[in-house]
T-cell receptor, first 110, second 116 residues
């Protein structure tokens, strides 16, 4: 069975500092990986997916199949980035079923 | 963008009663919807996949007789928690699968269930 691990439950950085939210996964095949974000009192929303290879709100994430990781990075954190971030995995032919990591609460301090 | 709503946003019920939660896709048709459960400060756990016009597919360990799912139309799925117990208290979140949007799931705002 697949599994997604986010080792940090809490992450605190200062505004302007680089930030990296770690995500490791276990799956024997080639899954699709996602990052979702949940701002305070808002619903969960997609931030980015690895197949898009795009930067959203300054965030990027690279899929490293060798290390089975999909870390989320931003070079200069902003206060509005404070939120809960979830890494998620979707196996191929899974009917779009997602497996979520436990989430990392990011706080960007002024 | 694709919007999913849930009703009610919060509900309190007594032990032994049943409560129904609605999940609606407002501006798209969702042949597939998903129901998740989220405990405080924990991740989303997929409970079941709801398919329009057919039986839901439940994840391992989820009691289908306790969590009844009905997906009678392309825009509405309902989750009924039957004979609720305090341990069923949780945050229930649904999502609709937007096929035209790259098979992306759009999430509802969630329903807070408290069983007393």
């Amino acid at each position: 069975a697949q599994r997604v691990t986010q080792p940090e439950k809490l992450l605190s950085v200062f505004k302007g500092a680089p930030v990296e939210l770690k995500c490791n996964y276990s799956y024997s095949g080639s899954p699709e990986l996602f990052w979702y974000v949940q701002y305070s009192r808002q619903r969960l929303q997609l931030l980015l997916r690895h197949i898009s290879r795009e930067s959203i709100k300054g965030f990027t994430a690279d899929l490293n199949k060798g290390e089975t990781s999909f870390h989320l990075k931003k070079p200069f954190a902003q206060e509005e980035d404070s939120a809960m971030y979830y890494c998620a995995l979707k196996p191929p032919a899974s009917g779009s079923r997602l497996t979520f990591g436990e989430g990392t609460q990011l706080t960007v301090n002024p | 963008g694709a919007v999913v709503s849930q009703h009610p946003s919060w509900v309190i019920c007594k032990s032994g009663t049943s409560v129904k939660i609605e999940c609606r896709s407002l501006d798209f048709q969702a042949t597939t919807m998903f129901w998740y459960r989220q405990f405080p400060k924990q991740s989303l756990m997929l409970m079941a996949t709801s398919n329009e016009g057919s039986k839901a597919t439940y994840e391992q360990g989820v009691e289908k007789d306790k969590f009844l799912i009905n997906h009678a139309s392309l825009t509405l799925s309902t989750l009924t928690v039957t004979s609720a117990h305090p341990e069923d208290s949780s945050f229930y979140i649904c999502s609709g699968l937007f096929l035209a949007g790259g098979h992306e799931q759009y999430f509802g705002p969630g329903t807070r269930l408290t069983v007393t």
